[in-house]
Each structure stands twice: as structure tokens, then as C-alpha cells.
């Protein structure tokens, strides 16, 4: 069973960096992708970035394309979402998510196309 473990979220004021973690365990994930989703309050849970495991391919939303980076560390099985020039419209939970390898990439930019989801971390930017 995958499991997905998310650290790193916290509060921070605006044009500060972060980067999210995300560990992964349960199964080999070389036929998987990983991605990250935020909700914000009152909103519903959106997609933000996805990559392939194995080659490396990555998905962004376009609003947050330049901002974030996806990455993963294969050795450790974790991937990353570094957060860079941070706005408060950036505050949410976010979560990370796995599944098997679409055939579509557009399939990763909708949430019921992800299986598996960790409990998520709070991120806060302040003004």
C-alpha cells in the first residue's frame, strides 16, 4: 500500500522559498508519477505539478509555472516542491499524490486521476 508523507509547510511572509517533501514508500514507483495539489480555503483542491518517476517528464499548472519546481530524488523516494517568490494567494494545504503512468499527460492535471494522497501540509504566506 502507498504511502505518502508530506513536510516542510509552515508559515512565511511574502518573496520568502520553500520547499515542501514528500516521501514516498509502500511499492516501487517506476511505473508511477507523483504530483502535488494545494486547497485553499473555500476552494477546491487544485492541481500544481506532476512528475514521471522514471523519465523525469515534468506537468505544471501555468499559473505557478517559473515559481515551483517538481523534482524527485529517485535514492530516496521522495519528491520535492520548491516554492519560490511566495504570495498569500499561495496559502493552502498541500497535498502529494501518486498513480500509475497516464498515457495522457493532461490525465495528471485532474484530481480523480490520482489513487493515492498524503495528509497534506499547511502553507501560509503572510503579507
Known amino acids: 500500500q502507498v504511502q505518502l508523507v508530506e513536510s516542510g509547510g509552515g508559515l512565511v511572509q511574502a518573496g520568502d522559498s520553500l520547499r515542501l517533501s514528500c516521501a514516498a514508500s509502500?511499492?516501487?514507483?517506476?511505473?508511477?508519477?507523483m504530483g502535488w495539489f494545494r486547497q485553499a480555503p473555500g476552494k477546491e483542491r487544485s492541481f500544481v505539478a506532476a512528475?514521471?518517476?522514471?523519465?523525469?517528464?515534468?506537468y505544471y499548472t501555468d499559473s505557478l509555472k517559473g515559481r515551483f519546481t517538481i523534482a524527485r530524488d529517485r535514492a530516496k523516494n521522495t519528491v520535492y516542491l520548491q516554492m519560490n517568490s511566495l504570495e498569500p494567494e499561495d496559502t493552502a494545504v498541500y497535498y502529494c499524490?501518486?498513480?500509475?503512468?497516464?498515457?495522457?499527460?493532461?490525465?495528471?492535471?485532474?484530481?480523480?486521476?490520482?489513487?493515492?494522497w498524503g495528509q497534506g501540509t499547511q502553507v501560509t504566506v503572510s503579507s
Open positions: 499524490a501518486a498513480t500509475p503512468v497516464k498515457y495522457y499527460s493532461t490525465s495528471y492535471y485532474y484530481e480523480a486521476s490520482w489513487n493515492d
Open positions: 512528475i514521471v518517476w522514471i523519465s523525469g517528464n515534468t
Open positions: 509502500g511499492r516501487t514507483f517506476n511505473n508511477y508519477a
